[in-house]
């Protein structure tokens, strides 16, 4: 396995300037610029304890650039790049792919009315092989099977139900060992029962909503170090018990825009899936 390597976004031109999720709503304007410019830099400190960070210049206009975990999906050399929902976000797709396009990845772009926000709905599964991917508020269904495509990996369909958790990655992780931290009120039925076939009782972590409004979910795993924003006792003790380290790291101006660790990252190493 290479270097680990993550993208991140300094916040640089990072506002709550819009209202496209319900977290941004009364939050406009209200992010302190130099708390977040401090949180931000403190995240990139930790995450450069465990991995090559490399950056994506900011862009005035584009508050939400910062969420670079909504570029693409990357597997190996491949990435499909994000159609973003909402147009206040379009702005940011040809500067996502200037980037891929200049490290030399194979680009994909999917039909420009095809919505897909990248690894924010889409995460390797670390111990199958496939790709979970979410559906319901940001990213189209009929994508799906683009991406099975392109990337050459089984895709599992994952509808989302609950407007506070509308990308996959607020509320689901897929860790190194196979356990899946996870908030299951956020998808629905048939979602549920797919994710309980495919990952055993004793690899599913469950968290409880104050952990998930939290972001909790929204968390960098690498090897055996779990970083994230806040984490209850409890969900501390369950994940030191599994083995990890568990790393706060405060991120309350982010959350005013409805992301967190995870989303503020975007990680460039994935290796193909067995
Ligand atoms: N304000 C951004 C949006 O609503 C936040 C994106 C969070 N990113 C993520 N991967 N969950 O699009």
Same mark, same amino acid.
């Given at each position: 396995?290479?270097?680990?390597?993550? %993208?991140?976004?300094?916040? &640089? +031109?990072?506002?709550?300037?819009?209202?496209?999720?319900?977290?941004?709503?009364?939050?406009?304007? =209200?992010? #302190?610029?130099?708390?977040?410019?401090?949180?931000?830099?403190?995240?990139?400190?930790?995450? *450069?304890?465990? *991995? !090559?960070?490399?950056? %994506?210049?900011?862009?005035?206009?584009?508050?939400?650039?910062?969420?670079?975990?909504?570029?693409?999906?990357?597997?190996?050399? !491949?990435?499909?790049?994000?159609?973003?929902?909402?147009?206040?976000?379009?702005?940011?797709?040809?500067?996502?792919?200037?980037?891929?396009?200049?490290?030399?990845?194979?680009?994909?772009?999917?039909?420009?009315?095809?919505?897909?926000?990248?690894?924010?709905?889409? %995460?390797?599964?670390?111990?199958?092989?496939? %790709?979970?991917?979410?559906?319901?508020?940001? &990213?189209?269904?009929?994508?799906?099977?683009?991406? *099975?495509?392109?990337?050459?990996?089984? $895709?599992? &369909?994952?509808r989302l139900m609950d407007k506070r958790f509308y990308h996959l990655d607020t509320c689901f992780c897929p860790l190194s060992d196979g356990t899946l931290l996870y908030y299951p009120p956020a998808f629905d039925f048939d979602a549920n029962?797919? /994710?309980?076939? =495919?990952?055993?009782? *004793?690899? =599913?972590?469950?968290?409880?909503?104050?952990? @998930?409004?939290?972001?909790?979910?929204? #968390?960098?795993?690498?090897? !055996? &170090? $779990? /970083?994230?924003?806040? @984490?209850?006792?409890?969900? =501390? +003790?369950q994940l030191e018990r599994r083995g990890y380290d568990v790393l706060e790291t405060p991120l309350s101006e982010f959350l005013k825009a409805g992301g967190a660790a995870k989303c503020l990252t975007l990680r460039l190493d994935e290796p193909?899936?067995?």
């Open positions: 396995m290479g270097e680990t390597r993550f %993208l991140m976004c300094a916040p &640089s +031109h990072y506002d709550v300037d819009y209202v496209i999720n319900p977290w941004m709503a009364g939050n406009v304007h =209200r992010s #302190a610029k130099a708390v977040a410019a401090a949180q931000w830099q403190q995240l990139q400190g930790v995450l *450069a304890g465990h *991995a !090559r960070v490399e950056q %994506l210049q900011p862009q005035p206009g584009l508050p939400d650039l910062v969420f670079t975990a909504n570029a693409g999906v990357v597997v190996d050399d !491949r990435v499909v790049l994000a159609r973003f929902f909402h147009p206040e976000r379009q702005g940011e797709e040809p500067w996502f792919q200037q980037w891929f396009e200049s490290q030399g990845y194979r680009v994909t772009l999917l039909p420009a009315d095809l919505p897909f926000e990248g690894a924010g709905d889409a %995460l390797l599964d670390r111990s199958g092989g496939w %790709l979970w991917a979410g559906h319901g508020f940001r &990213s189209e269904l009929a994508a799906h099977p683009l991406l *099975a495509e392109a990337l050459a990996v089984e $895709v599992l &369909s994952l029962r797919l /994710i309980e076939t =495919r990952v055993p009782a *004793a690899k =599913r972590l469950v968290v409880e909503e104050a952990d @998930a409004l939290a972001f909790a979910c929204n #968390a960098v795993n690498v090897g !055996r &170090s $779990v /970083i994230l924003n806040q @984490a209850s006792a409890g969900l =501390r +003790h193909c899936p067995a």
